[in-house]
């Protein structure tokens, strides 16, 4: 089965302008969520899509917005960007048909977003 | 809310030494899950091992092991023989069964050192 997959890969950016970043899950997952990765903050979770609804969000500005397609496939926008949104935005993927934390996320390669 | 904490930021170690990472952990939850990830240089985080709160037995995989005790919370790992390969760094994470949909939350991450 082909993991999860991340596009781009790289992405620069100036401040004010929006970015798009996509991810498709592992065949047959339905669940997406995303996670940011700074080196002040760590790991942190931004939201979570599951049949094409928002299920669960982090503390996040509204810059942050997310949706997910028929498909599965999952798209996180960050509008206004700023320097602090420089970081590894990971996806990560899973079967999950009931809510409850026990399903094990897969994670995709990362987008590092660099804003200059 | 949840929390968890590795206080060890980083290790380093010769090869074919044990390595043994601590994870701490605060929650609510009555159920929750329990993971360790590795995250090489590429980015990645990939997923090595994961527990139930329910279930305390102590299990070993490969040259994996870990030492799951709820009353102390914590949900420590080891490598056992070291190898150069291993080099990453390694989160613990935690998600809720009472959460809606999946939301990990990460400790702050440990970076092992493997030397030859």
């Known amino acids: 089965k082909a993991g999860v997959t991340q596009t781009p890969r790289y992405l620069i950016k100036t401040r004010g302008q929006q970015v798009t970043l996509s991810c498709s899950p592992i065949s047959g997952h339905r669940s997406v969520s995303w996670y940011q990765q700074t080196p002040g903050q760590g790991l942190q979770f931004l939201f979570e899509y599951f049949s094409e609804t928002q299920r669960n969000k982090g503390n996040f500005p509204g810059r942050f917005s997310g949706r997910q397609f028929s498909n599965s496939r999952s798209e996180m926008n960050v509008s206004t960007l700023e320097l602090g949104d420089s970081a590894l935005y990971l996806c990560?993927?899973?079967?999950?048909?009931?809510?409850?934390?026990?399903?094990?996320?897969?994670f995709g390669p990362g987008t590092r977003l660099t804003v200059l | 809310a949840q929390k968890v904490t590795q206080a060890q930021t980083e290790i380093s170690v010769v090869e074919k030494e044990d390595v043994t990472l601590d994870c701490v952990y605060e929650t609510r939850d009555t159920t929750y899950y329990l993971f360790w990830y590795k995250q090489p240089p590429s980015g990645e985080l990939v997923f090595l091992i994961r527990?139930?709160?329910?279930?305390?037995q102590n299990e070993i995989s490969g040259r994996y092991s870990w030492n799951f005790q709820k009353s102390t919370s914590s949900f420590n790992f080891t490598i056992t023989a070291s190898q150069v390969v291993d080099s990453a760094v390694y989160f613990c994470a935690l998600s809720e069964a009472k959460a809606a949909g999946n939301k990990l939350t990460f400790g702050g991450g440990t970076r092992v050192l493997v030397k030859p």
């Open positions: 527990r139930n709160s329910f279930d305390e």
């Open positions: 990560a993927s899973s079967s999950s048909r009931t809510s409850g934390g026990r399903d094990t996320q897969y």
